[in-house]
T-cell receptor
């Protein structure tokens, strides 16, 4: 079974530029998550989708971040304009039934963003 | 407000010995707990989980213990192997499938 795919793996941009990340979840997983992981910290949830609807975006900085999952499969996360403090790893995860029949989140490799 | 805390940023252990990682939480609504392992340049990998109705869950060399009254959980790895060297994250949720709240991670180094 293929895992969660993300691209690009690395991105370097200047502040005030825009950037977009792409995620393809595990086939059949209805729930998709975007996390931000700043160096030295644990991942923090930005947004959660159930199919193509938003379940939780309470921690998404909506003035500059946006995300969509139009057909309930792939998702894109956009930052416009980027700030220095957006430098982080952006992780995509999807959830489905794991061991013990409880939903488990499976993560992609992440996109490492550096804003200069 | 950090609802999930891992107070030890790093741990060094000899191969073959036990590794004990600790995690504390403050939100009594959390009822599902997970441990993830992360290698450099990779995403976190699910390791083991425990529901609040249990106090212990075991999977091979990995055992998670939950003490609800103390709002504390721990991960035991025995015996530790060099391949276990990674960053370990504790995470909690209010229900399976809901959003995860992560601790800051503990970097484990297993020396051969």
């Amino acid at each position: 079974e293929a895992g969660v795919a993300q691209s690009p793996r690395y991105k370097i941009i200047e502040k005030r530029q825009s950037v977009a990340f792409w995620c393809n979840p595990i086939s059949g997983h209805a729930t998709l998550y975007w996390y931000q992981q700043i160096l030295g910290q644990g991942p923090k949830l930005l947004i959660q989708f159930q199919n193509n609807g938003v379940v939780d975006d309470s921690q998404l900085p909506k003035d500059r971040f946006s995300a969509e999952r139009l057909k309930g499969v792939d998702s894109t996360l956009k930052i416009q304009p980027a700030k220095l403090e957006d430098s982080a790893v952006y992780l995509c995860a999807s959830s489905g039934r794991g061991p013990g029949r409880r939903e488990t989140q499976y993560f992609g490799p992440g996109t490492r963003l550096l804003v200069l | 407000d950090q609802q999930v805390k891992q107070n030890s940023p790093s741990l060094s252990v000899q191969e073959g010995r036990i590794s004990i990682l600790n995690c504390d939480y403050t939100n009594s609504m959390f009822d599902y707990f997970l441990w993830y392992k992360k290698y450099p340049a990779e995403g976190p990998t699910f390791l083991i989980s425990i529901s609040s109705i249990k106090d212990k869950n075991e999977d091979g060399r990995f055992t998670v213990f939950l003490n609800k009254s103390a709002k504390h959980l721990s991960l035991h790895i025995v015996p530790s192997q060099p391949g276990d060297s990674a960053v370990y994250f504790c995470a909690a949720s209010k229900a399976a499938g809901n959003k995860l709240t992560f601790g800051g991670g503990t970097r484990v180094l297993v020396k051969p």
